[in-house]
């Protein structure tokens, strides 16, 4: 007789259906495990004999094949054994034939038979939703998450046996206790109810800044047009929190990034709580963060941290004090906007598209230039400082922003400038002009690709005249020159400009000369 039940892997961040068939067969007692399984699940036949046994079931005296189909595909993760387990029991007739037609299974097996939570459910429920199946029977605790899909049946078990029952009499058990499920949750397809959570953010705001109007400025840029920016500037000068003020001054999540958002926390473990509010993430690893918490690794793969920035923020204080492999790394992200990692001989690609904040001091003490204050850097130390911040990742940072110190008296004297929701309208405008230039919602100028430069800016224009002598003058690479394009179009969007114009350019020149007080590349 042959069982067969669906089950769920993940595939990068989305879910794949799984077709797990159970065939039994005379022979010596055993599990085999086909169509490319993990290591964990693999060892899912060593878990479901004594889940069986310890729920009162029979575990056949039979050889057993289990396959994984499409074969093709590797299948990750631990969320398999309930589908498995739910097989063996049709094909020896403990549970009738067909029960499982309209129904996905997940969850890991304790060896008593309790359904264990399991990572990557909200992806999970998403390919069973899009597959036509009516029900999902998941594990208590990942019970919120999985409600967030709508038009799915969301059956929580606590253990094997109330799963087989739902399934021979469709009996649902109890709601679980706990910690209640994400209300006010969008859905998949929401209609962006969340949307006021998005504008509350972390209580900063930008009206707070006293005396840094330029680098409020650049970080509206940076913003709008999602570009990546360093912020220069000796300790205490507020460079922590222009970064911690951004988040709100984006535009919330659209549907579509919500899911890629909420499923991308739902791989890595963490609590879906805040990926169901539209607030675009903000990630703030530590400077001894690992490559591998960085960029993801692990078996089966977690994200890192420039995946859970995807679609937000990820901020980097002290940028200079982290691992120099953890910072020339970040260069792929940055310019291909996913991560790919190879475990146990499959890719995986994870999404990465996040706007990089970076902060450092101007040396490696802090106070080169500031006026009443000597730096006591020697010339070796500041070559080292400089080294740190040069190199493939600083190459594509578009902007580059003094944060100077200001005296107490003279920030008390300070006007103040614009406020967040200020900055979030005039961004939201910004954003809406290059989804439309580039006909896809979410595009910025940054995602421009060279070819597209041509008609960003014409090339007899005056501007463009400007931006020629300056890249002859300062010798700018290509990749300089083009950014400096790019960061002129975002502040001509600023500007509500169809065309760039030479003041454009010049401000967008002004985010170079930053670095280090000179044009550089
Ligand atoms: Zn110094």
Known sequence: MLGRAWGCAVKGVSGLTVAVECDHHRGLPCIDIVGLPDAGVKEAGSRVRPALRNMGFEFPMARLTINLAPAWEHKLGVGLDLPMAISVLMASGQLPEACTERSALMGELALDGRVLPVRGVLPGCIAVASQGLKSVV???????????????????????????????SGEIPPEPHGPPGPHGAPGVSGSGACEMSATAGSGLDFVHVLGQQAAVRAMEVALAGGHHIVLIGPPGTGKTMLAMCAPSALPPLSDDEWVEAASIRSLSGDGLSEAVSRVRPFRQPNRTTTLAGMLGGGSPPVPGEVTLAHKGLLFLDEFAQFAPGVISA??????????????????????????????????????????????????????????????????????????????????????????????????????????????????????????????????????????RAAADRFHLSARGFHSVIKVARTVADLDGQADIGEEHVLEALGYRACRFGGVER
């Open 138 to 168: 998941v594990p208590n605790g990942n019970y919120g998450e999985a409600r967030l899909v709508p038009g799915l049946t969301v059956v929580p078990v606590g253990d094997l046996r109330q799963a087989a029952r739902f399934l021979e």
């Open 330 to 467: 970040l260069s792929e992200p940055m310019e291909k906007r996913n991560v790919r990692l190879i475990r146990g001989g499959s890719p995986v690609s994870f999404p990465a598209d996040f706007i990089l904040v970076a902060s450092t001091n101007p040396c490696a003490c802090g106070m080169r230039g500031h006026r009443s204050e000597e730096c006591s850097c020697t010339p070796s130390i500041l070559a080292s400082h400089r080294r740190r911040l040069s190199g493939p990742t600083a190459d594509r940072i578009d902007i580059w922003v003094d944060v100077p110190r200001r005296e107490a008296a003279a920030v008390s004297g300070f006007e103040h400038g614009a406020s967040t929701s200020e900055l979030r309208k005039r961004i939201a405008a910004a954003r809406a002009r290059q989804a439309e230039r580039y006909g896809r919602p979410g595009s910025t100028n940054s995602h421009a690709t060279a070819d597209a430069l041509p008609q960003l800016l014409r090339r007899s224009s005056k501007a463009a005249a400007v931006a």
